[in-house]
């Protein structure tokens, strides 16, 4: 599968790793949802950590669509609320 | 949903949006060309306005630099004449701008990375720009309107990610930078106003001007002694060729060639 990390780039991660990265981004998700800035942090570290380390990065010129997306590793509780609320944060 | 899922939903959602109005799919493919074309445009725009605020902060670093080395001087020599308090005084307004130089070496540094993402972001993007020109000179030639749908998909959705991914970035590098030009305008300013001079320490500062009375007073004195000296040997002048009023008034003549009787 292709995740792409704002502000970083794509990578391809093979599918045996979906099940481990599915946990993370459920623990991120978890996270969001009960509002803790630092564990919010610390969520979000582990699974862009885990992304690089098993991402092999696409070609800059990959037109490829990425099957997830994640936050950028700057990005704080309220900026990734405004992501995911409708109105959005995210340029059309 | 999970993060990953909602994050990548909407930011196609938002890029299929744009797309959706047009009616031939093949029109799909310049209006999506044209909006890169432009957001390459917007990228370097933004990592050139990133560049100018960088250069104007390590401007203003500088000059803190320079007011920090005088009062290192002016330190040095307040010791030297004995003012402790004096010295003590030109230490302690060093070490406030010590603190005001940290703050602009944390934005610069800031900016700095902010510069080099920016610009890899651009280079990433023009890549990708590149091929979908390429892909979308393929998918005219070849495919009819109908077939080509499914491919323009493809090439269109993978892009707009990108463009979706690269437009926050530049938003936030403007927004950064606006913020910063104005903190920037606020400091030149005060530095063209002389506030800042005034506490920073330079020319008009009350430092310098006590350094300077305690150095001029042996000038002074000298200054004195040579003014008295001169109006001595002038009076004495005067009296060998007579009071310049009975000068004047007796030969009125001469006061046209002044040069002639002073060098006589």
Do not use: C, W
Not at chain 2, 57 to 76: H, I, P, S, V
Not at chain 2, 145 to 155: D, P, V
Not at chain 2, 215 to 234: F, M, N, T, W, Y
């Amino acid at each position: 599968m292709i995740v792409r990390i704002l502000g970083e780039g794509q990578v391809q991660i093979d599918d045996a790793a979906t099940d481990e990265l599915n946990a993370l981004d459920a623990a991120l998700e978890r996270a969001v949802n009960e509002g803790d800035e630092q564990d919010f942090r610390l969520a979000l570290a582990a699974v862009l950590d885990r992304v690089r380390a098993l991402g092999t990065p696409l070609a800059a010129d990959s037109l490829e669509p990425s099957d997830s997306i994640l936050p950028r590793a700057e990005a704080d509780l309220d900026e990734v609320r405004s992501m995911l609320s409708d109105d959005g944060y995210i340029p059309g | 949903m999970s993060v990953m899922k909602r994050v990548s939903l909407i930011l196609k959602s938002k890029a299929n949006r744009a797309l959706d109005r047009l009616e031939d799919p093949r029109e799909t493919l310049d209006y999506s060309y044209q909006r890169q074309l432009e957001m390459l445009t917007q990228v370097r725009r933004g990592v050139a306005d990133v560049a100018t605020s960088r250069k104007r902060l390590e401007l203003q670093m500088n000059t803190l630099r320079q007011q920090q080395n005088k009062l290192d001087g002016q330190a040095k020599q307040a010791l030297g004449a004995g003012r402790e308090d004096l010295a003590r005084e030109a230490l302690g307004r060093k070490a406030t701008l010590q603190g005001q130089i940290s703050d602009l070496e944390n934005q610069y540094h800031s900016l700095q990375a902010d510069e080099e993402k920016l610009t890899v972001a651009s280079q990433r993007l023009q890549a990708k720009v590149e091929a979908f020109r390429m892909q979308k000179e393929t998918i005219k030639a070849t495919y009819t309107a109908a077939e080509a749908q499914s491919r323009i998909g493809e090439a269109v959705s993978g892009i707009s990610e990108e463009m979706g991914d690269v437009g926050m970035a530049v938003q936030r590098a403007q927004d950064k930078t606006a913020q910063m030009q104005a903190r920037a305008g606020a400091i030149d300013e005060l530095m063209a106003s002389g506030a800042l001079e005034d506490m920073t320490g330079t020319p008009r500062d009350d430092i310098q001007a006590e350094l300077d009375s305690m150095r001029s007073g042996p000038d002074i004195e000298l200054e004195l002694q040579r003014l008295k000296g001169e109006i001595g040997a002038g009076s004495a002048q005067a009296i060998e060729g007579g009071t310049p009023e009975a000068d004047g008034a007796a030969r009125p003549a001469a006061a046209e060639q002044p040069q002639a009787g002073d060098g006589a």
